[in-house]
């Protein structure tokens, strides 16, 4: 048994419900009992669909069991067959499901429905999300796809490459997948099937016949291209696209997959010229921790150090299918890769090299906000705020700019940086009221009831722990604690932290000015 | 009844014959209800210093964060033991791993001073009898903590009856009153400021002394006797008050406080079991009686002659129903619940119109036809519907702020109105 305060990611069977989501004319048949069906919030109020998600639940009951669970089961696929007329039908189960062993796959067989039916063996005591989306897409495409799909002879021809593995309710896919489109068209490069985000069963039968396979998003497609690879020999652009330098690393890629010239990819970023830009210095070796979803995290490490100068001072990732990437990417900006699903433990983790910039999920959101530093969301699990209404790509160009935006926002500005210290001492000036724009960090400042608007409303406060300050404050010496408090207040807490545990250190029972000055050049950098 | 109609003539109106009565639409399909595990998101504020875990599945989890609009608390007092995979193929004792996560929790939260072990469907179907679990666990940090266990799995429970069957799990324990004077209690996870309200009320009337079920600290659980009398705030807690009668207290039979006349004759109940004069009590109520008139009205004139059509959802559907058709005027089209438990429901089914249709349980595509072909003003369904209908051109009102916001009472008797009339007012004022 595991201790699990907060997951990163659902069970499988809720990566299976993207799948079907994402895609038109699939119906999923999940047998599960009452209860189950909150699933289906997330993808109607998080994600604001329209729909609800094509998931029939058999809701059996306690007094079920054991007596008629399997009829129940044959029962709603007869129905869900013949209200949604689905083009093909996923059928499996959920936690409870497995533990009754109805063997959804014999029941549907015997069913004989007049159409293709994907049998769907996800252990979920096991395994997760991302790899329950994973693994339905992969034998969802090994079911449809037609063995006999080529390509057609190149010349006279655009090169043709299958778009894989954006789904509902992933981190920005509808966006990405409309930025990388985009970018394709300017290369010359057509896209024979996107999937599974608005793919039908009928568009995965023509899989073979592009030639060759974009990667979007390993976590959910790397299973069924590595497939596609040995079943069609279709090569598979491994490069995701975020970032400016990935992305020009990915036009490189696809170009020489495609035999095409990557001049073609006119457009560019203004990544790189905001970022040397002057305004930009004040950016330098800010420290930043980094966690997600592998995929995302790798490449925000990249951006953040090679694009806009940060030190990355943390790594990790929640998913360990993909920890061997994570591990390798860690080992470029030395620091100790961090692969846990435990939230307290990456709590703990920020908590110890206090950095400047988190840049993680909702979790490290919350993390950051009640450890008063800024935080920008780059990765899954996803929050009704990573669905805004504007257009806001992670990948491509475009995507380069919206990370820049978004990372570097919640930052103090490097001008005001300097007022705030200009101005501290003037007696009109309050820095209680803090920087203009970190409404995060005032907010904070006045209690914990600033909660987030969540995908339910909640009409509770919070029960936040105390704020981190207020401690031992007996030690520091009257002098001490008065030029402490000529130190931005946005900086104070770090420095009152960073001298305490240098008088710590060091064996000083009483904190002078001495040792706030020596603390201060012992962390200097 | 006429909003304005005297106390005296509301208490006296006779229930119609049970012929008269529609039979009532058993549905039996996919219902789009949580499962009572859900109740952990209200009843951990309420009773300050428990702790809830859920013995079960990532499922469990993945639920509860989903539930409670993910991660608006710091370190909730809630969490899930997740069942693995090395504890099904018995590598590991369950029981044996059970107490090592509960040794972690209370090394990590001294503060806690009641621990639910809370069952699940995975719980339930691998027979993890979490109640001995909880005997055992309670003797080993008997003084510092108390263990209880309940279920809130979704093969036996519907959202709001895990709150029931975790104050149902409370009353064995609770202390008996051997005062031998009466007194009453309260039943239901009530909003704090909702209760002080009525903790006021009660004592205006000069009934005393009157205990709450729960209450807010786990060491100040009520007493319980022969001479308890309980009023339910909530129309979900039928195992509660069965439990409470085992123990000899006896329920008050009354409508359920929502609305101006709702919350007359729930206070009326208590006092006339309690001998409190009637002239007394209407001048005691009068006041929050008009107030809460007076703020219904705002609403009622947008609500009057609306068509109101309820999905199942917490059982608190039938009073609610009762409340828009007496009180501001609208037409029920169906009121679905997921259990309709009819002896405390008698009086409220009384005062439905005639002839509205009830379904009880769910198959949620038949009963969605339904709602497409009566088009209702308003569809009160759950979160994984609300947007759908209302992308189909429905107005739709989220059922369960209706279990997370305060309204029952005198004073939220308005808020309650406006919870129904905000969508209507919305989708009039929007010209997107």
């Given amino acids: 048994m595991q201790l699990t305060v907060w997951t990163y990611e659902g069970p499988p069977h809720v990566g299976a419900m993207r799948i079907a989501t994402a895609m038109q004319g699939v119906h999923y048949l999940l047998h599960a009992p009452q209860g189950d069906t909150y699933a289906d919030l997330l993808f109607t109020m998080i994600e604001r669909r329209g729909k609800r998600p094509p998931v029939t639940y058999t809701t059996f009951q306690a007094r079920d069991l054991g007596k008629d669970t399997a009829d129940l089961f044959q029962t709603a696929a007869r129905d869900a067959y013949a209200r949604f007329q689905p083009q093909a039908m996923l059928v499996g189960a959920s936690c409870t499901a497995e533990l009754i062993q109805?063997?959804?796959?014999?029941?549907?067989?015997?069913?004989?429905?007049?159409?293709?039916?994907?049998?769907?063996?996800?252990?979920?005591?096991?395994?997760?999300?991302?790899?329950?989306?994973?693994?339905?897409?992969?034998?969802?495409?090994?079911?449809?796809?037609?063995?006999?799909?080529?390509?057609?002879?190149?010349?006279?021809?655009?090169?043709?490459?299958?778009?894989?593995?954006?789904?509902?309710?992933?981190?920005?896919?509808?966006?990405?997948?409309?930025?990388?489109?985009?970018?394709?068209?300017?290369?010359?490069?057509?896209?024979?099937?996107?999937?599974?985000?608005?793919?039908?069963?009928?568009?995965?039968?023509?899989?073979?016949?592009?030639?060759?396979?974009?990667?979007?998003?390993?976590?959910?497609?790397?299973?069924?291209?590595?497939?596609?690879?040995?079943?069609?020999?279709?090569?598979?652009?491994?490069?995701?696209?975020?970032?400016?330098?990935?992305?020009?690393?990915?036009?490189?890629?696809?170009?020489?997959?495609?035999?095409?010239?990557?001049?073609?990819?006119?457009?560019?970023?203004?990544?790189?010229?905001?970022?040397?830009?002057?305004?930009?210095?004040?950016?330098?070796?800010?420290?930043?921790?980094?966690?997600?979803?592998?995929?995302?995290?790798?490449?925000?490490?990249?951006?953040?150090?090679?694009?806009?100068?940060?030190?990355?001072?943390?790594?990790?990732?929640?998913?360990?299918?993909?920890?061997?990437?994570?591990?390798?990417?860690?080992?470029?900006?030395?620091?100790?890769?961090?692969?846990?699903?435990?939230?307290?433990?990456?709590?703990?983790?920020?908590?110890?090299?206090?950095?400047?910039?988190?840049?993680?999920?909702?979790?490290?959101?919350?993390i950051a906000k009640r450890l008063r530093i800024p935080c920008a969301v780059i990765s899954a699990p996803v929050h009704v705020q990573d669905f805004p209404a504007r257009y806001s790509p992670q990948m491509g160009f475009e995507g380069a700019n919206v990370l820049f935006d978004s990372w570097v926002h919640p930052l103090v500005m490097g001008l005001e940086e300097h007022l705030l210290t200009m101005f501290r001492d003037d007696f009109e000036f309050s820095d209680a009221n803090g920087a203009s724009h970190l409404s995060v960090l005032s907010v904070a400042e006045?209690?914990?009831?600033?909660?987030?608007?969540?995908?339910?409303?909640?009409?509770?406060?919070?029960?936040?722990?105390?704020?981190?300050?207020?401690?031992?404050?007996?030690?520091?010496?009257?002098?001490?604690?008065?030029?402490?408090?000529?130190?931005?207040?946005?900086?104070?807490?770090?420095?009152?932290?960073?001298?305490?545990?240098?008088?710590?250190?060091?064996?000083?029972?009483?904190?002078?000015l001495d040792t706030l000055y020596d603390a201060k050049a012992h962390y200097a950098r | 009844?006429?909003?304005?109609?005297?106390?005296?003539?509301?208490?006296?109106?006779?229930?119609?014959?049970?012929?008269?009565?529609?039979?009532?639409?058993?549905?039996?399909?996919?219902?789009?209800?949580?499962?009572?595990?859900?109740?952990?998101?209200?009843?951990?504020?309420?009773?300050?210093?428990?702790?809830?875990?859920?013995?079960?599945?990532?499922?469990?989890?993945?639920?509860?964060?989903?539930?409670?609009?993910?991660?608006?608390?710091?370190?909730?007092?809630?969490?899930?033991?997740?069942?693995?995979?090395?504890?099904?193929?018995?590598?590991?004792d369950c029981n044996d791993e059970l107490d090592r996560v509960v040794d972690r929790l209370l090394s990590r939260r001294p503060d806690i001073k009641l621990l639910f072990l809370v069952g699940s469907c995975p719980s339930e179907v691998i027979k993890l009898d979490l109640s001995r679990a909880a005997a055992r666990l309670s003797n080993k940090h008997a003084g510092a903590t108390r263990i209880l266990a309940y279920s809130g799995s979704g093969i036996e429970t519907t959202f709001t009856e895990g709150e029931d069957a975790c104050l149902a799990a409370l009353v064995p324990d609770l202390p008996a009153?051997?005062?031998?004077?009466?007194?009453?209690?309260?039943?239901?996870?009530?909003?704090?400021?909702?209760?002080?309200?009525?903790?006021?009320?009660?004592?205006?009337?000069?009934?005393a002394p009157v205990h709450v079920l729960p209450a807010r600290r786990a060491g100040a659980m009520p007493p319980v006797g022969a001479n308890t009398r309980f009023l339910l705030a909530q129309p979900f807690l039928g195992e509660t008050a069965r439990a409470l009668e085992n123990r000899g207290a006896v329920r008050l039979d009354a409508l359920f406080p929502f609305g101006a006349d709702g919350t007359t004759d729930w206070l009326h109940a208590a006092a006339t079991a309690f001998g409190i004069e009637e002239m007394h009590f209407r001048r005691t109520v009068a006041k929050g009686r008009a107030r809460a008139k007076r703020a219904i009205a705002h609403a009622a004139d947008r609500l009057a002659g609306k068509r109101v059509f309820f999905l199942p959802d917490s059982q608190l559907e039938i009073p609610l129903a009762r409340f828009l058709a007496t009180e501001v005027g609208m037409v029920p089209v169906e009121v679905g619940t997921p259990y309709l438990h009819r002896a405390h429901l008698a009086r409220e089914l009384t005062r439905l119109p005639a002839g509205t249709p009830i379904s009880e349980g769910q198959d949620v595509d038949r009963q969605l036809d339904r709602v497409r072909a009566a088009r209702p003003d308003l569809t009160v369904c759950g979160l994984g519907l609300a947007n759908p209908l209302e992308a189909e051109g429905l107005t739709t009102k989220w059922a369960i702020e209706l279990v997370f916001a305060p309204i029952h009472g005198f004073d939220q008797a308005g808020d309650l109105a406006e919870l129904f009339a905000r969508p209507l007012r919305r989708r009039a004022g929007l010209t997107v």
């Fill in chain 1, 446 to 512: 006045t209690g914990p009831a600033s909660v987030s608007p969540a995908a339910v409303p909640l009409h509770h406060p919070a029960d936040g722990p105390p704020p981190p300050a207020a401690r031992g404050e007996d030690k520091w010496s009257a002098d001490a604690e008065r030029e402490l408090l000529k130190i931005p207040f946005f900086v104070r807490g770090k420095a009152r932290r960073n001298t305490e545990r240098f008088a710590a250190a060091q064996g000083v029972a009483t904190i002078t």
């Fill in chain 1, 102 to 366: 109805d063997d959804p796959a014999g029941l549907a067989e015997a069913l004989r429905l007049p159409c293709p039916v994907v049998a769907l063996e996800l252990p979920s005591y096991q395994r997760k999300e991302n790899w329950g989306a994973a693994e339905t897409f992969y034998q969802l495409v090994r079911t449809l796809a037609d063995k006999d799909a080529r390509p057609t002879p190149r010349e006279g021809r655009r090169p043709r490459a299958n778009l894989l593995g954006p789904t509902a309710l992933g981190f920005r896919h509808r966006d990405d997948v409309i930025e990388v489109s985009r970018l394709l068209e300017t290369l010359g490069v057509d896209i024979a099937v996107t999937a599974p985000l608005g793919a039908t069963p009928a568009d995965l039968a023509h899989l073979g016949a592009a030639d060759f396979n974009i990667c979007l998003y390993p976590e959910i497609a790397d299973t069924t291209c590595r497939w596609l690879d040995k079943t069609f020999g279709q090569a598979t652009v491994r490069t995701v696209p975020i970032g400016h330098g990935a992305t020009r690393d990915f036009i490189a890629e696809v170009a020489a997959r495609a035999g095409i010239d990557p001049s073609h990819a006119l457009d560019t970023s203004n990544l790189p010229w905001w970022s040397r830009s002057v305004d930009s210095t004040y950016l330098t070796g800010k420290r930043v921790f980094i966690f997600g979803d592998a995929t995302h995290a790798i490449a925000a490490a990249r951006v953040a150090r090679d694009e806009l100068g940060f030190e990355v001072v943390g790594l990790g990732c929640y998913n360990r299918e993909f920890a061997r990437d994570l591990r390798a990417a860690a080992a470029l900006y030395a620091v100790e890769p961090l692969i846990t699903d435990d939230y307290l433990v990456i709590e703990d983790a920020i908590q110890a090299v206090q950095p400047e910039l988190v840049l993680g999920t909702q979790m490290e959101r919350h």
């Fill in chain 2, 177 to 207: 009153d051997r005062s031998g004077a009466a007194s009453l209690l309260l039943v239901g996870a009530l909003p704090d400021v909702v209760e002080d309200q009525f903790l006021r009320l009660f004592a205006a009337l000069g009934i």
């Fill in chain 2, 1 to 92: 009844m006429s909003p304005s109609a005297p106390l005296a003539i509301a208490r006296c109106a006779t229930a119609p014959h049970a012929a008269e009565r529609p039979p009532v639409l058993r549905e039996r399909g996919q219902r789009e209800v949580f499962c009572g595990l859900t109740g952990i998101v209200w009843l951990h504020r309420k009773i300050q210093d428990a702790f809830f875990l859920v013995v079960g599945s990532r499922t469990c989890a993945h639920l509860l964060q989903s539930a409670a609009g993910v991660m608006v608390f710091a370190e909730p007092r809630f969490a899930t033991a997740i069942i693995e995979e090395r504890d099904l193929a018995g590598m590991a």
